[in-house]
Nanobody
Framework: VQLQASGGGLVQAGGSLRLSCAAS????????MGWFRQPPGKEREIVAS????????YYTNSVKGRFTISRDNAKNTLYLQMNSLKPEDTAVYYC??????????????????WGQGTQVTVSS
């Protein structure tokens, strides 16, 4: 399985971006996929998770109401719509797939495949 993340960039505070993660290889619509981010000088953290099996979503508190995770099975692509961006959202964003979980999971060690990361920079 290969994951190709795209859509990052530089945006002003209050703006929007949509990240995409195109999956290729042996993926399943029932997979759990997620977005993580690593701010400068900090550890990687969960942003959102989507379970294709339970059709449930998880968001970390800091992005609730601003970010939306979704998946287009026909295109085998995971999205992260990010609205009302804040400077503290600045980070490298990674998509991950095929978590060893039927539902959503926040644990990075549960995901088997990772994309290369895309930089999101929010200016104040």
């Amino acid at each position: 399985v290969q994951l190709q993340a795209s859509g990052g960039g530089l945006v002003q505070a209050g703006g929007s971006l949509r990240l995409s993660c195109a999956a290729s290889g042996r993926t399943s619509s029932s997979d759990t996929m997620g977005w993580f981010r690593q701010p400068p000088g900090k550890e990687r953290e969960i942003v959102a998770s989507f379970s294709g099996y339970t059709r449930s979503t998880y968001y970390t508190n800091s992005v609730k109401g601003r970010f939306t995770i979704s998946r287009d099975n026909a295109k085998n692509t995971l999205y992260l719509q990010m609205n009302s961006l804040k400077p503290e959202d600045t980070a490298v964003y990674y998509c991950a797939a095929s978590a060893l979980s039927a539902g959503t999971t926040t644990r990075a060690d549960r995901y088997r495949y990772w994309g290369q990361g895309t930089q999101v920079t929010v200016s104040s």
